[in-house]
């Protein structure tokens, strides 16, 4: 375009190609957007399990502060709940900023936010007063402007990626302050005795770290500066580093680009709104972490442990007349203490670690059920009891083949063998006139000459050691069906809405569920009905002739090809296709 020779028609050309180009980068791939958008799902799946978490360990401590059995551990447990309540509002409030510059990238895009739990709208679950640590559940399918990424840059890096100014300025802040609340107010909770030394941290603002080697020995340095308990130093650290961010960064050759610039330049709707999840993440996941290690600090109660439990371990399947190992169980146990457990009435001898283990024999029927208890004394002495129950489905051996591609075995084509051994763990085969190999959890059965053989299924107990033949099936050998001839799309008989199609194919149709058989067509001839001529070639690539004739020919005409093809359990076959034109 820059020639001064040019002809304006050239010059015309080459705006278009720079026209073209220009919206080619400008285009966003679909498929890379629907990515996005399952990538954003699975971040929600996580953002809630990380909530969860730290819910349930919050719900621990709740309980510890209201057991009345342990006034002094309540109490210091109840100290330790409104610590974990001022990790809730710090975290709530960086949750719901979070979800605000969400709502506003779409809002600002022209979305519909104020949808709410209906099948096509964007917000699924809306922002709950009463349940403010958990984000808004969104479903980014529904999004219309997937691909805006103007909106985006605006709201949160402004207009300079070296030099944000927009809501990312807010968030990188709330983020880093985050980071300092958290660990310190962890470290300044932790319980000490009247007149000792009170613990803290002071933490640093680490944002530049040549790696993760360098940013830990910054985070060692700090803590070793100040006053952190021996047991919340590793854990502190751990969330420290979670919420570290180097803070510039050289994109394409930019340097000095802030990290709000390199995540969120350029980047679609589904994508940012994506990224900002991922932060949600890391900050439920900083708080679960948290609250955990100071759950960590107090005991559950009279029992040091936080719940009693009786379980019960063993078979969930046997068959009639196996021996059977069942392990019945405290969840958590003292080793100077260990539990009683009875079976049917009567004491089981052997216990240990915390377990009692229980010696039987499957009964007949199709279930079993084992009962019993179990009791174990706190710190006073006081047994506690509680029953537990076992099922146990019995079943009768029996052997079953399955064949998922077909019902006979096909020479020259690696037949997927499926068998299983109902009531056993472990299932072996053989075969009379075919080969089995192993191949995951299946076999690859290999036909021989003859026109059937048998497949043998065996059973094997891993406790018992015994092996069982639970059947022998007979099955039909059969050559490869004859694939069909497609040109292009168009198989034999179709009526063919286009002639561009340059190749041929051999291949089996719907009807034929043989997928990993392959086939490829070596010789071809070409006859157009009223035309007189025919073409020839080798390969599946129709000559230029061909394709000349089949172009030129009447509507209504009939071109038939009879190829030669070979593949999968064949060589030299021939197949023919008439398609209409």
């Given at each position: 375009?820059?020639?001064?020779?040019?002809?304006?028609?050239?010059?015309?050309?080459?705006?278009?190609?720079?026209?073209?180009?220009?919206?080619?980068?400008?285009?966003?791939?679909?498929?890379?957007?629907?990515?996005?958008?399952?990538?954003?799902?699975?971040?929600?799946?996580?953002?809630?399990?990380?909530?969860?978490?730290?819910?349930?360990?919050?719900?621990?401590?709740?309980?510890?502060?209201?057991?009345?059995?342990?006034?002094?551990?309540?109490?210091?447990?109840?100290?330790?709940?409104?610590?974990?309540?001022?990790?809730?509002?710090?975290?709530?409030?960086?949750?719901?900023?979070?979800?605000?510059?969400?709502?506003?990238?779409?809002?600002?895009?022209?979305?519909?936010?104020?949808?709410?739990?209906?099948?096509?709208?964007?917000?699924?679950?809306?922002?709950?007063?009463?349940?403010?640590?958990?984000?808004?559940?969104?479903?980014?399918?529904?999004?219309?402007?997937?691909?805006?990424?103007?909106?985006?840059?605006?709201?949160?890096?402004?207009?300079?990626?070296?030099?944000?100014?927009?809501?990312?300025?807010?968030?990188?802040?709330?983020?880093?302050?985050?980071?300092?609340?958290?660990?310190?107010?962890?470290?300044?909770?932790?319980?000490?005795?009247?007149?000792?030394?009170?613990?803290?941290?002071?933490?640093?603002?680490?944002?530049?770290?040549?790696?993760?080697?360098?940013?830990?020995?910054?985070?060692?340095?700090?803590?070793?500066?100040?006053?952190?308990?021996?047991?919340?130093?590793?854990?502190?650290?751990?969330?420290?580093?979670?919420?570290?961010?180097?803070?510039?960064?050289?994109?394409?050759?930019?340097?000095?680009?802030?990290?709000?610039?390199?995540?969120?330049?350029?980047?679609?709707?589904?994508?940012?709104?994506?990224?900002?999840?991922?932060?949600?993440?890391?900050?439920?996941?900083?708080?679960?972490?948290?609250?955990?290690?100071?759950?960590?600090?107090?005991?559950?109660?009279?029992?040091?442990?936080?719940?009693?439990?009786?379980?019960?371990?063993?078979?969930?399947?046997?068959?009639?007349?196996?021996?059977?190992?069942?392990?019945?169980?405290?969840?958590?146990?003292?080793?100077?203490?260990?539990?009683?457990?009875?079976?049917?009435?009567?004491?089981?001898?052997?216990?240990?670690?915390?377990?009692?283990?229980?010696?039987?024999?499957?009964?007949?029927?199709?279930?079993?059920?084992?009962?019993?208890?179990?009791?174990?004394?706190?710190?006073?002495?006081?047994g506690k009891t509680l029953p537990w129950e076992k099922k146990i489905t019995i079943m009768k051996p029996q052997g079953t083949v399955?064949?998922?591609?077909?019902?006979?075995?096909?020479?020259?084509?690696?037949?997927?063998?499926?068998?299983?051994?109902?009531?056993?763990?472990?299932?072996?085969?053989?075969?009379?006139?075919?080969?089995?190999?192993?191949?995951?959890?299946?076999?690859?059965?290999?036909?021989?000459?003859?026109?059937?053989?048998?497949?043998?299924?065996?059973?094997?107990?891993?406790?018992?050691?015994?092996?069982?033949?639970?059947?022998?099936?007979?099955?039909?050998?059969?050559?490869?069906?004859?694939?069909?001839?497609?040109?292009?799309?168009?198989?034999?008989?179709?009526?063919?809405?286009?002639?561009?199609?340059?190749?041929?194919?051999?291949?089996?149709?719907?009807?034929?569920?043989?997928?990993?058989?392959?086939?490829?067509?070596?010789?071809?001839?070409?006859?157009?009905?009223?035309?007189?001529?025919?073409?020839?070639?080798?390969?599946?690539?129709?000559?230029?002739?061909?394709?000349?004739?089949?172009?030129?020919?009447?509507?209504?005409?009939?071109?038939?090809?009879?190829?030669?093809?070979?593949?999968?359990?064949?060589?030299?076959?021939?197949?023919?296709?008439?398609?209409?034109?």
């Open positions: 375009m820059a020639g001064g020779k040019e002809t304006p028609r050239q010059k015309m050309v080459g705006m278009m190609y720079l026209v073209l180009t220009a919206l080619l980068a400008l285009n966003v791939s679909k498929s890379i957007l629907d990515a996005f958008v399952a990538i954003e799902e699975n971040i929600q799946v996580s953002n809630e399990n990380e909530y969860t978490r730290g819910e349930e360990k919050k719900s621990q401590l709740a309980e510890v502060a209201q057991d009345k059995t342990a006034k002094d551990v309540a109490v210091k447990a109840a100290k330790l709940l409104k610590t974990v309540e001022e990790i809730d509002v710090m975290t709530a409030k960086r949750v719901k900023f979070i979800d605000d510059i969400k709502l506003e990238i779409l809002e600002t895009c022209g979305e519909d936010i104020k949808a709410v739990g209906t099948k096509e709208s964007i917000i699924q679950k809306a922002y709950d007063t009463k349940d403010p640590l958990r984000p808004i559940r969104m479903h980014l399918a529904h999004v219309q402007s997937m691909d805006k990424y103007d909106e985006p840059m605006h709201i949160i890096i402004g207009e300079d990626i070296t030099k944000p100014s927009g809501k990312g300025v807010e968030l990188w802040k709330s983020y880093n302050d985050y980071r300092k609340e958290l660990t310190e107010l962890i470290a300044s909770s932790f319980p000490v005795d009247a007149g000792a030394k009170k613990f803290f941290f002071k933490a640093p603002e680490i944002n530049d770290y040549k790696d993760m080697l360098d940013l830990s020995a910054q985070v060692d340095k700090a803590i070793k500066s100040s006053n952190v308990n021996m047991d919340d130093q590793e854990a502190i650290k751990k969330i420290y580093i979670a919420l570290t961010k180097n803070e510039r960064h050289e994109v394409h050759e930019v340097k000095n680009v802030h990290w709000i610039g390199k995540t969120f330049d350029h980047t679609p709707v589904v994508a940012a709104i994506a990224s900002l999840s991922a932060l949600q993440k890391e900050i439920l996941t900083a708080r679960a972490d948290a609250v955990a290690l100071i759950r960590s600090r107090v005991g559950g109660g009279e029992y040091s442990f936080n719940k009693i439990m009786a379980l019960a371990y063993g078979p969930e399947v046997a068959n009639a007349g196996d021996e059977l190992n069942v392990e019945v169980l405290m969840a958590a146990f003292d080793s100077d203490k260990q539990p009683e457990v009875t079976y049917n009435g009567a004491k089981v001898s052997e216990v240990a670690d915390g377990k009692g283990l229980i010696k039987t024999k499957a009964s007949s029927g199709s279930e079993m059920v084992m009962k019993g208890t179990i009791t174990i004394k706190n710190k006073s002495g006081i399955a064949l998922p591609d077909m019902r006979v075995l096909y020479r020259g084509y690696d037949n997927v063998v499926e068998a299983v051994a109902s009531g056993y763990d472990q299932t072996d085969v053989s075969g009379s006139g075919v080969t089995l190999k192993k191949s995951g959890p299946t076999w690859i059965g290999t036909p021989g000459g003859g026109k059937t053989c048998k497949i043998t299924v065996s059973g094997k107990s891993s406790i018992t050691k015994k092996s069982v033949n639970l059947g022998t099936f007979e099955f039909q050998i059969q050559p490869m069906p004859k694939a069909e001839i497609f040109w292009g799309t168009y198989a034999d008989g179709d009526q063919a809405s286009s002639r561009t199609a340059k190749m041929l194919y051999a291949k089996y149709g719907p009807g034929i569920p043989l997928t990993k058989a392959k086939f490829q067509v070596q010789k071809w001839i070409l006859s157009v009905s009223g035309s007189g001529k025919t073409f020839s070639g080798t390969g599946n690539t129709l000559s230029a002739d061909a394709l000349k004739i089949l172009g030129a020919a009447p509507k209504g005409s009939i071109a038939t090809f009879s190829c030669v093809y070979s593949g999968t359990g064949t060589g030299g076959k021939p197949s023919t296709a008439a398609i209409k034109l």
